[in-house]
């Protein structure tokens, strides 16, 4: 049972007998620790990553966390970072170094292709977009200096699915290492690194922490790659995330379940009532019987959380815009995965530059459903679309 949800929501990593057996656990806001003798001092140095010397390295607040979230991934460790961003970076700049090759899926995480694109060619270390439903194309790609398959799947506007297991095993049979975004999903719905995936990353701004109040982002791998990347990556660049911010991400941990289970029951009835609305063209979503990759999404998630995006059967962007406008109980932001509906209108994009998505057109808007009655959801919708 070490591995049941409950169980490590409630008590895997709590040293409730170091703090008067207090139920919830104190935030150890401090920088340094101290230490009654040298060779106590000298052993916590030699571990740096699990003693307690400096909050850059570990904090028992951030750690509690850190344990948690892995075990919910089902792997040895994670570290946390100041955001999903930081946690993406760095897992990248971990694998792939001065003339290495990464391949990336096509349309990842914005701030994803940023990194491989203007950041790293600095570097020297060279990228390819593809199409990851693809598996020739991703194996027509790979070079001798290949050394990371970069997946994120399904992604957050198109909600694009990678076979997971043939794509760890076609990465195996080159000696690449695999890692894969798995913010959509949460790790209650998808497990990537029991699908082999080597190193599984969330932005945890979203469904983990789940109340829009913190930023943050983790890795979850091995204990070999966590601690490697511990000391090559972590305690270098520093983008820790503090003691304040494990304390929300481990109330958010608590009722992580029971979010994602009423967020995609309320998701899945209105999707039900909005089909067949003539104000609309398509509208994508996973579980969605009519998506195109829905058998390989059943096959790989146990659920699908509350983000879809409708493409609006609407004559220009002025309409959807109206549209989008007169809608009351979503609210327009960016980001997702907290207690509140929000929609994202593509539109807001068009002619920024550099701002641009030319494979999303402006009749697209992502919307994600939060707590709220999906009745009062469902009724605001429909009353905007007349
Ligand atoms: C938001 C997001 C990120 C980045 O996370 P931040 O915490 O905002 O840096 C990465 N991947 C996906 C899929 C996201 O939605």
Redesign the pocket.
């Known amino acids: 049972m070490k591995d049941h949800i409950s169980y490590i929501l409630n008590d895997l990593g709590e040293g409730r007998s170091n703090y008067y057996n207090a139920m919830s656990p104190p935030i150890i806001q401090t920088s340094n620790f101290v230490f009654p003798t040298v060779d106590t001092f000298r052993e916590a140095i030699m571990d740096e990553l699990n003693a307690h010397i400096y909050t850059k390295g570990n904090n028992p607040t951030v750690e509690m966390a850190r344990k948690k979230i892995a075990a919910l991934e089902g792997t040895d460790d994670a570290l946390l970072f100041a955001?999903?961003?930081?946690a993406?970076s760095m897992t990248i700049m971990h694998c792939a170094g001065q003339g290495d090759h990464v391949i990336c899926v096509r349309h990842p995480?914005a701030?994803?292709a940023t990194v491989l694109s203007k950041y790293l060619v600095r570097f020297g270390v060279e990228y390819d977009f593809v199409d990851g439903s693809d598996l020739e194309a991703i194996e027509a790609l790979i070079k001798p200096n290949t050394k990371l398959l970069f997946l994120?799947s399904p992604?957050?506007f198109t909600y694009d699915i990678q076979d997971i297991e043939a794509c760890v095993a076609l990465a195996k049979q080159y000696n690449l290492i695999t890692a894969m975004?798995n913010?959509?999903a949460s790790p209650i719905f998808q497990q990537p690194a029991k699908m082999g995936v080597d190193i599984v990353i969330h932005?945890?701004?979203?469904y983990i922490n789940g109340h829009s109040d913190v930023?943050?982002?983790v890795v979850c791998s091995s204990q070999k790659i966590i601690n490697k990347m511990f000391v090559d990556e972590f305690m270098i660049l520093g983008g820790i995330l503090p003691p304040q911010e494990a304390a929300l991400i481990l109330r958010g941990l608590r009722t992580l379940p029971i979010r994602m289970e009423r967020i995609q029951k309320s998701t899945e009835y209105i999707l039900a009532k909005l089909k067949g609305h003539p104000k609309i063209k398509r509208v994508y979503y996973p579980f969605d019987p009519d998506f195109p990759q829905y058998d390989l999404a059943r096959k790989q998630m146990s659920g699908c959380g509350g983000l879809f995006t409708i493409e609006f059967d609407l004559p220009d962007k002025a309409s959807v815009i109206a549209l989008v406008n007169s809608i009351k109980r979503w609210k327009i932001a960016v980001?997702w995965g907290g207690h509140e509906a929000l929609m994202f209108p593509i539109a807001a994009l068009h002619d920024i530059p550099g701002r641009d998505n030319p494979h999303i057109p402006w009749s697209f808007v992502r919307f994600y459903v939060g707590l709220e009655e999906p009745e009062y959801l469902l009724a605001d919708l429909l009353e905007a679309m007349g």
């Open positions: 955001s999903g961003t930081a993406i995480y701030w994803t994120e992604n957050t975004d913010s959509y932005s945890v701004t979203k930023v943050a982002g980001s």
